[in-house]
């Protein structure tokens, strides 16, 4: 594989600092013995299956039978699908969900590094630039900013240059070789702020542009489902064949739904939000443990997931319910569109639920099935 070497372009103004030069190389795995291509496609598996156990554990065990949101009573008469139909039709949906990130991953173009000092010092130069809109704002309020900065820079000569329109006269590396004039460079909060904004800021905000998305996608169709009768016959009703849900039985769907809902909406918000495979193995894991989180059946205080939204375990349950079904169509992150549009639960569930177990305990002990 060819290495690329790039040399940036000569400033267009000559007052601006130099950008650097860059080499591009192919970007080293994250882990030595396993290629970024595989990785972020076992992430989100691999984090279904561990956390899902996990809850299967305490499940199975009766380990916190406090924080239940339903009795074992109610998983054995209230569900209408086995366990292991649940477990071989989330497979399926991981198998296609594996084949789609496969073919986006061999669409995309290989992942090059070696460039990030020169992407921040342009975004050290667009402060720069920025800067010199200044004056002419705080002329605005009668304000002279030359002035102003001629006073204090002997004293504050970083926010004097600042006042002056980013002009930093002790700011300078040397000579250039060919013109002889003052090669300028970054101040240091210049460069701090620019580090900042392309190693977290920028992420950040693509991370809940891909958040907002996924949770636009979900809700409109997840609500589109249960208003058309033949989409919901036919498509979403498998899904709702677990009115007790528990954690492995998140991504139990129709296999068309599973790719519709959950893969294509994913890929979508990866894609506009332009992330990185680096940043789309963390928003794929984070939205895989929060969809199995939330249907996990416990209310742990201690799970930090269940309290970073008021869409949690908690919420979600109430949609299995029958009582519960037309409302609280959000998911997987924020309960947005459901406040907005009024379609989040409203009124007691204390008495509702009393009912539920109280009629599946009766079963039970009508079968005479030691739990």
């Known amino acids: 594989m060819v290495n690329i070497t790039l040399a940036a372009n000569a400033s267009a103004m000559n007052d601006l600092p130099p950008l650097p030069s860059y080499t591009l190389t192919p970007m080293q795995p994250l882990l030595s013995f396993c290629p970024d291509f595989y990785l972020i496609l076992i992430i989100p598996i691999l984090t279904y299956w561990v956390v899902s156990m996990f809850f299967h554990v305490i499940d199975i065990y009766d380990i916190w039978p406090q924080y239940r949101l339903h009795t074992p009573a109610e998983i054995l008469k209230r569900n209408h699908v086995s366990r292991y139909e649940v477990a071989r039709d989330v497979i399926i949906q991981q198998v296609i969900q594996t084949v789609v990130g496969a073919i986006l991953g061999l669409t995309e173009p290989e992942d090059m590094t070696g460039k990030a000092d020169y992407d921040v010092a342009v975004f050290a130069t667009r402060l720069r630039i920025a800067q010199r809109a200044l004056p002419q704002l705080l ?9 102003i900065s001629k006073n204090m820079a002997g004293e504050h000569p970083m926010l004097a240059g600042l006042l ?6 002790s700011l300078n590396v040397g000579l250039d070789v060919v013109s002889g004039s003052l090669v300028p460079t970054f101040a240091a909060w210049e460069l701090a702020v620019a580090k900042a904004l392309y190693w977290v800021i920028i992420p950040t905000a693509q991370f809940l542009l891909g958040v907002i998305i996924v949770d636009t996608w979900q809700y409109f169709l997840h609500r589109w489902m249960h208003m058309n009768k033949w ?5 979403h009703s498998r899904h709702h064949r677990l009115y007790v849900p528990y954690a492995y039985g998140a991504l139990y769907n129709h296999p068309f739904e599973g790719f519709l809902l959950d893969t294509l909406g994913a890929t979508i918000a990866y894609e506009v939000a332009g992330m990185t495979p680096r940043q789309g193995m963390v928003f794929f894991g984070a939205s895989t443990l929060k969809t199995v989180d939330d249907h996990c059946g416990y209310s742990l205080p201690w799970d930090p997931i269940q309290h970073i939204t008021s869409n949690n375990a ?4 109430i949609h299995h319910q029958s009582w519960g079904i037309k409302t609280n169509f959000s998911q997987p992150f924020f ?3 459901d ?9 007691d569930t204390a008495a509702r639920y009393a009912r539920d177990r109280k009629v599946a305990q009766f079963k039970v002990d009508a079968d005479k099935v030691e739990l």
């Open 339 to 347: 406040g907005l549009l009024g379609t989040m639960f409203k009124g």
């Open 231 to 235: 989409l919901y016959t036919t498509f």
């Open 164 to 169: 002056a329109g980013g002009k930093y006269p």
């Open 139 to 147: 002329a605005l309020v009668g304000l002279n900013a030359a002035a």
């Open 314 to 317: 908690g919420y979600h349950d």
């Open 335 to 337: 309960t947005f569109w």
